[in-house]
């Protein structure tokens, strides 16, 4: 009698001893996860997004690609320690964070956001930090000072993607106000889209776009680039769920038909327009449905994923014509008729498709408060709206600045004839 | 002694060469060239931009002959490079002034 009591009161006090403080834990499989999608990410720039780049600069401009994409994700990574953490995720304001988080201050081997370490939260949107402003430099590619590259990195990111993180990610009024975006549509890649544009349209078109022959230098460089972006975007849709379950799978899932759909339908586009099918086009067209179905990749279905992708593949390729032939602008590397109407498109479409009322083509259901399509549709039109016109003017004032602080962003003519390689960094890419 | 100058296509350089040889000769300087005479170029297109390619590939070979081989190494090659279609090439005799072997110090005919 006495032994069965004694044992009993001995193995309730188990639960007591075990959780002596009551601390919050960690997830392992889902820190696995993340720590897996933050390399993918980061591979994505280093080298994915170099070499899909720089194979399409001209062969005395390659390494000024490779470059920029090395030292922004040296400047950004330093930028986000230092500040630009705290400016995103920190605080309760509508706009932008506080200076609570800077460098990392209480970030700690214990520290906890939602069921994973904290400093590996911050890690991962530190890749997608470095990312974002690697995307902006194919619209001024080569005919850019190296400097101002650097310095507009660091301002751009003070005051267009920190602030705008905040507005969807870190607790700000967009994600207040219910705004569906799983992975960046709106904080990638309409911000980097407009950037490009604004400042493609300011520094002005490079001498070989007036004269006709921009034709890529090492089309076989950005094919394998290419290839990269495809892999390492499981990890920044995939890992945007945060978690290693039903939604990150998914999430992989719609962004792998979206791309492949992308890339078929600039493909078969294409060949009934001009004749061939293109290496250049299926892969622009795989980075538009990969662009576009960002923001919605969380929220969507594999069917829907196919209608996203198709219409991705359709709309960028117009995009870029309108751009390049209509309007001629020379956005060098087409980074707005892709990313930006691509991220544009999928964050309207992500307000369609997250429909559970679709049959085959549903989706996972709105926003939280949200009940309706066209209330959902209606807020993804503010987040699409706000950030575009923000960013546009934000970008404009910053490019202005740097230019008066690096006495001009261009080179001169002769410089830009040499090639940046030699100008810039008094390297060659190739010794032929 | 003079020097035969052949701009030809580029498929057709295994050709010409095989071509000489027959005839006993041996020397060749081959060079990777591009250019155009009547043969027009071709449009490629990346992203919706169209390029026209005017200069096209072609091969320049440089063979140094005696006088009197002269004919017939125009006629060898001729008879190799030509597809009966524009672009074919052209073929440039020079007179040369001199001719020296570098490791023996040779001139003249002896040289060539």
């Known amino acids: 009698m006495l032994k069965t009591f004694l044992s009993i009161f001995f193995l309730s006090l188990f639960p007591l001893i075990s959780f002596a403080a009551d601390e919050p834990s960690i997830n392992g ?72 988080k800077m460098m990392f201050n209480g970030v700690t081997e214990g520290s906890v956001s939602g069921d994973i370490p904290e400093s590996l939260f911050a890690l991962f949107q530190m890749t997608f930090a470095v990312i974002t402003p690697a995307l902006i430099i194919g619209g001024f590619a080569e005919r850019i000072k190296f400097s101002s590259v650097l310095l507009f990195t660091i301002l751009w990111l003070a005051f267009v993607y920190a602030p705008i993180t905040h507005w969807v990610w870190g607790g700000g009024w967009l994600q207040e106000m219910g705004l569906l975006d799983f992975a960046g549509g709106t904080v990638v890649h309409i911000t980097a889209g407009v950037a490009a544009l604004v400042t493609a349209i300011m520094i002005g078109p490079r001498k070989s776009f007036v004269r006709g022959n921009t034709a890529p230098h090492n089309m076989t460089m950005t094919i394998t680039g290419a290839g990269m972006l495809w892999v390492g975007w499981f990890g920044f849709n995939g890992g945007s769920a945060l978690a290693a379950n039903g939604d990150a799978a ?183 | 002694m003079k020097l035969i100058t052949a701009i030809i296509k580029p498929f057709k350089l295994d050709d010409v060469r095989e071509s000489l040889s027959e005839i006993g000769i041996y020397g060749l300087t081959v060079t990777e060239v591009k250019g155009f005479g009547r043969q027009k170029g071709h449009t490629e297109l990346y992203r919706g931009a169209e390029y026209v390619v005017d200069f096209l590939p072609k091969v320049k070979i440089e063979t140094a002959v005696d006088d009197e081989r002269l004919d017939d190494a125009v006629e060898a090659i001729i008879k190799a490079a030509n597809t009966d279609k524009i672009g074919d090439g052209k073929i440039f005799v020079t007179n040369i002034e001199q001719t020296i072997r570098i490791r023996t110090g040779e001139t003249g005919p002896d040289a060539l």
């Not at chain 1, 780049?53 to 994409?69: D, T």
């Not at chain 1, 602080?405 to 940046?420: A, K, P, W």
């Not at chain 1, 390689?421 to 032929?432: A, F, K, M, S, T």
Request: include cysteine; hydrophobic fraction near 50%; proline fraction near 2%.
């Open chain 1, 29 to 100: 499989a889902n820190t696995a996860w993340i720590l897996t999608s933050t390399a993918l990410v980061l591979f994505m720039t280093l080298p994915g997004l170099a070499l899909f780049y720089g194979g399409l600069v001209k062969s005395r401009n390659v390494l000024s690609i490779l470059m920029q994409c090395f030292a922004i994700a040296g400047i950004a990574s330093i930028f986000w320690l230092v500040v630009g953490y705290s400016l995103a995720f920190s605080g309760d304001g509508a706009f932008v964070g506080n200076f609570s």
């Open chain 1, 250 to 432: 998914m999430a992989m899932l719609v962004t792998h038909i979206s791309a492949a759909t992308g890339a078929i339908t600039w493909m078969c586009y294409e060949w009934k327009k001009y004749g061939k099918p293109t290496a250049l086009g299926s892969v622009t067209g795989m980075v538009a449905g990969l662009g576009t179905i960002t923001p919605a990749s969380g929220f969507v279905g594999p069917a829907g994923a196919l209608v996203i992708g198709f219409l991705a593949g359709v709309v960028c390729f117009n995009a870029t014509l309108l751009i390049k032939q209509k309007f001629k602008i020379d956005d060098s590397l087409d980074v707005f008729p892709v990313h930006g109407v691509g991220g544009m498109l999928g964050t309207f479409l992500a307000g369609i498709f997250a429909s559970t009322q679709l049959g085959l083509f549903s989706g996972q259901g709105f926003a939280d408060g949200i009940e309706s399509m066209g209330a959902q549709i209606g807020v993804q039109l503010v987040g699409i709206i706000s950030t575009f016109i923000y960013t546009a003017i934000a970008t404009y004032l910053i490019f202005k600045v740097v230019g008066m602080i690096t006495n001009g962003v261009r080179v001169s003519d002769d410089e830009e004839s040499q090639g940046l390689d030699l100008v810039d960094h008094n390297e060659r890419g190739y010794e032929i």
